[in-house]
């Protein structure tokens, strides 16, 4: 099967020139998605705020790609700064769920502008 490139208004505007998501099959690879509106505003306000927004923003693109965030097999996290890992963790169970959760990644990186960048790889067969 050919691979299918997705980008929805639904979701913040790539930050460069790359697609929302690519279709491969029956997987769904998400790019990172970041704090930000669908009209490209950032969201700036506190962790919790930008981190529900990338969050949002990741659910949005694979809902565009027809699958769902439960179809989730590999979730990446990158996040500024470290401390925030217990508010993302409790941030991250209200859009994984507590059952049959994806594998994922939570490293520091040196984000400017924002404080988390989500992205994940989905399996729909």
């Known amino acids: ?26 997987t769904v690879y998400l790019a990172g998605a970041i704090p930000a509106l669908p009209d490209g505003t950032r969201v700036t306000g506190p962790f919790e705020e930008q981190a529900r927004a990338a969050f949002r923003n990741l659910a949005a693109v694979a809902a565009a790609c027809g699958a769902s965030l439960d179809q989730a097999v590999r979730v990446g996290v990158y996040l500024r700064d470290f401390t925030d890992f217990p508010a993302m963790n409790a941030i991250y169970a209200e859009f994984f769920g507590p059952d049959d959760l994806p594998v994922r990644t939570t490293i520091p990186v040196p984000l400017v502008g924002f404080d988390i960048e989500v992205d994940a790889v989905l399996y729909t067969g």
């Open 1 to 26: 099967m050919p691979k299918r490139t997705v980008m929805t208004d639904q979701a913040a505007p790539p930050g460069g020139p790359y697609s929302h998501a690519v279709v491969a099959g029956d």
